[in-house]
């Protein structure tokens, strides 16, 4: 007798807890924080699976994540790793997986960058207080205050830092004070501090600008930060100086690189997905010249539900793991997308023309020749190929695709491990479909 369906919530969540425990500072126990898990894994459950599918319950799953203090960028990549499991748990609403995890992966940006946001408000609002109160007040707020705060000249000299910018920057105080600010800035960015700083806001005389540079700390390491740059004009005998006030923002840089990238690839294979793929081929088609040429090949696998149906979504998942890996080892130069359950696609750049479509597609389905091992069981796989190759230069990137999706249809009605050339010219609306 197979698992209740709460069985197996409570084992992945288990798996969740496991694969986010270690990436941070959690304030709950190991039970707490798996039955934190275990709740969101519900929700997930109930919206994938509803009549109606509102991805407002998604996005507020990646939020709760935030507020659990699980904020590590390690955190989305790994919890995608195990939610990949849902599609054993939600039935016929499979393809909502992916569309329902990106929407997490938002929630849980834009919750972790509103929290950051309203930290700074505070410290803002805390400063402004300081200013108009005491001396003492105000230094309180400095020297406590958990974002980097420095003061400067106008000529570009650190005057005054308070123990988070010395952290940051790995200096003692005594050895910042007196520092030109040049050799706490990258190199490559002394160009964009000199213009917004020192040309730009000098210029003007007052006001705030704000950029985002890259750091050095003493041993020659470094990071991104973030930085809020008021002139305060000279007043009652005190000479007009520089508030700096930054975030660094390094982690969350990691962070938005990780959900660039988890974007536009499959979570399972770790191929482009068909985001990228559309992405890469707009790129080719603005740059293409009038005479180039590109290959694109639908690949589908044959009879792939029956291995989920007879030995599970797990084992169905592995075998789709070792087809992306023995298809993406006989393309070449060219992009493999994942673009649904068993669905593939293979894009050859140009130059490209017949011969070599040809031999990209023989060699796909000869990847596929040996049988799959998945513990005890070797499991044949073949797959039918609809192939394209046509002008480029001016074409539109959905209707490329759709030309090729119209290729495997054809290649399916052949017969199981077989593929189909179809010759398009988009702009003449000429066609030729060549059986394999």
Not at 85 to 99: A, S
Not at 210 to 215: A, G, I, N, Q, S
Not at 318 to 344: N, Q
């Amino acid at each position: 007798m197979g698992l209740t369906r709460d069985h197996r919530i409570a084992e992945l969540a288990g798996r969740w807890r496991d694969a986010v425990v270690d990436t941070g500072f959690v304030p709950m126990s190991h039970r707490e924080l798996e039955q934190l898990l275990s709740d969101l894994l519900d929700r997930l459950i109930n919206a994938l699976t509803s009549e109606f599918f509102d991805t407002r319950e998604t996005v507020a799953v990646g939020a709760a994540l935030v507020r659990a203090n699980l904020t590590d960028p390690e955190v989305l990549s790994r919890s995608a790793r195990v939610l990949n499991r849902l599609t054993e748990l939600i039935g016929p609403y499979q393809e909502r997986l992916i569309p329902g995890l990106g929407e997490m992966a938002r929630g849980y940006a834009e919750e972790l960058l509103a929290i950051r946001a309203r930290d700074q408000e505070m410290l803002h609002a805390a400063m402004a207080d300081a200013r108009i109160a005491a001396e003492a007040r105000f230094r309180v707020v400095f020297d406590n205050a958990a974002i980097a705060i420095g003061i400067g000249d106008t000529n570009g000299l650190v005057l005054d830092a308070n123990p988070a910018l010395g952290a940051m920057l790995g200096r003692p105080l005594p050895e910042l004070r007196g520092l030109p600010v040049w050799d706490l800035v990258h190199p490559d960015d002394h160009g964009k501090v000199q213009s917004l700083v020192f040309d730009e806001l000098m210029a003007a005389g007052s006001g705030t600008v704000r950029l985002e540079v890259r750091y050095l700390r003493a041993d020659d390491s470094g990071g991104w930060v973030s930085w809020a740059v008021t002139l305060v004009p000279a007043s009652a005998g005190r000479a007009a100086y520089l508030l700096v006030v930054g975030e660094e923002t390094t982690q969350r840089r990691a962070l938005q690189a990780e959900l660039h990238r988890q974007a536009r690839h499959d979570p399972l294979t770790g191929l482009s997905n068909r985001r990228q793929l559309v992405e890469t081929l707009s790129r080719i088609i603005a740059d293409a010249d009038p005479d180039d040429r590109i290959g694109l090949g639908f690949i589908d696998l044959d009879g792939f539900k029956t291995v989920n149906d007879t030995y599970g979504h797990g084992v169905g998942d592995r075998v789709l793991t070792a087809v992306a890996r023995r298809l993406a080892e006989r393309i070449g130069d060219a992009t493999l997308a994942r673009v649904g359950g068993d669905e593939f696609v293979v894009l050859l750049p140009p130059p490209c023309d017949t011969t070599r479509v040809t031999s990209v597609a023989e060699a796909l389905l000869g990847a596929l020749d040996a049988p799959i091992p998945v513990d005890e069981h070797r499991l044949t796989i073949s797959a039918c190929i609809g192939a394209v190759v046509t002008p480029v230069s001016g074409a539109d990137a959905e209707k490329l695709l759709d030309a090729a999706d119209a290729g495997l249809y054809r290649a399916k009605a052949a017969g199981p491990n077989r593929w189909v050339l179809h010759t398009v010219d988009m702009t003449a609306g000429m066609e030729f479909t060549d059986p394999r």
